[in-house]
């Protein structure tokens, strides 16, 4: 397990946006699909270049992505920003790659089979292979993917999750092909030696595949567990803006570790994530005005600091 003394913290980690998908996928009030651009737009503006921009599952399931294709439709071209489209299985992948601006699909594995079969009507083996197959669908039709091991850390149906259980999926879906393994702590019940340890240990298990991760901030253990998957090897980190989020499948689920929570943390700390930290803190309170509360991330309420003049 790595300890706080043998961390090696990186010059740089990849940062990822998820506000778009995984922020309002549970929220009550639609959000209409000019504001989901305007989101992603000013994502863009603060430094972003990868961006999850919209999942393309069920709109009865999940009513907040039922224009998915909309958004898409409203995607700026930029050549130097990757869309990322979240999917559960191939007729997903296909209304996807259909789009013409999503470069690159999302799959999920699920931990364990009762979270799995709530999640996309499936037992946890079954979504590995759905995954396998849409990896493959996705280099066939000359765009990149993802997966992502949800419950990676506990699952809200079956409590503790073992780590055996996770290396083995992430090396069976590394057989695929994807860019990047992400672990996914769903319902933020993770800890920062958990953590460090899990994220070791897949790092090397799917050597040399980038390790990805996404935390939610349920008890409020998130930034602690960024910080530690980061000294373990991390280097990408999945955060949405304010700290929206969670998962309509997953009861308990609060939101996603903060963008400006965490692009505050690890500037400071030296590390390097291409954000910039005032945009990032002017579109969270944008968004707040929009979602018409006060969101979670706590940066964006705070007074700058250093003081600048």
């Known amino acids: 397990m790595a300890s706080t003394s043998a961390m090696i913290i990186p010059k740089h980690i990849e940062f990822v ?16 699909t000019d504001d989901k651009l305007a989101l992603i737009n000013r994502a863009i503006a603060a430094g972003a270049r990868r961006i999850e921009a919209t999942s393309f599952v069920s709109p009865k399931r999940v009513p907040q992505m039922a224009d998915a294709e909309d958004v898409c439709a409203g995607l700026p071209d930029r050549g130097d920003v990757t869309f990322i489209g979240l999917v559960m299985n191939l007729r997903g992948a296909e209304r996807a790659i259909a789009t ?13 089979d009762t979270f799995a079969m709530a999640n996309q009507g499936q037992s946890s083996n079954e979504s590995v292979e759905a ?10 039709e000359g765009r990149t993917a993802q997966c992502t091991i949800a419950a990676s ?3 809200p149906f079956e409590g503790e999750v073992s780590d055996q259980r996770i290396i083995d999926m992430a090396v069976a879906i590394a057989e695929a092909g994807p860019v990047e393994i992400a672990l996914a702590d769903t319902i933020g019940v993770g800890n920062p030696a958990q953590v460090a340890r899990l994220v070791e240990q897949i790092k090397k298990a799917v050597n040399p595949l980038p390790v990805r991760v996404h935390f939610h ?13 980061v000294g373990a090897g991390a280097s990408v980190i999945d955060a949405s803006l304010g700290g929206l989020g969670g998962c309509p499948f997953a009861p308990g689920a609060a ?14 700390a030296g590390v390097s994530t291409g954000m910039n930290l005032a945009s990032l803190i002017e579109a969270s309170q944008w968004l707040s005005d929009i979602m018409g509360r006060k969101l979670p991330g706590m940066v964006a309420q705070a007074p700058a600091f250093p003081k600048i003049g």
Do not use: H
Request: charged share 20%.
């Open 100 to 112: 013409e601006k999503i470069d690159q699909l999302g799959a999920v594995a699920v931990a364990t």
């Open 217 to 229: 901030n349920t008890r409020n253990t998130g930034l602690a567990n960024v910080w530690a998957a």
């Open 17 to 32: 946006e998820v506000g778009p998908r995984d922020g309002l996928q549970n929220e009550a009030v639609l959000v209409s």
């Open 255 to 268: 939101g996603n570790v903060p963008s400006e929570d965490v692009v505050y943390m690890l500037e400071r």
């Open 153 to 155: 850390f506990g699952c």
């Open 131 to 140: 995954a396998k197959a849409i990896i493959a669908l996705a280099k066939a």
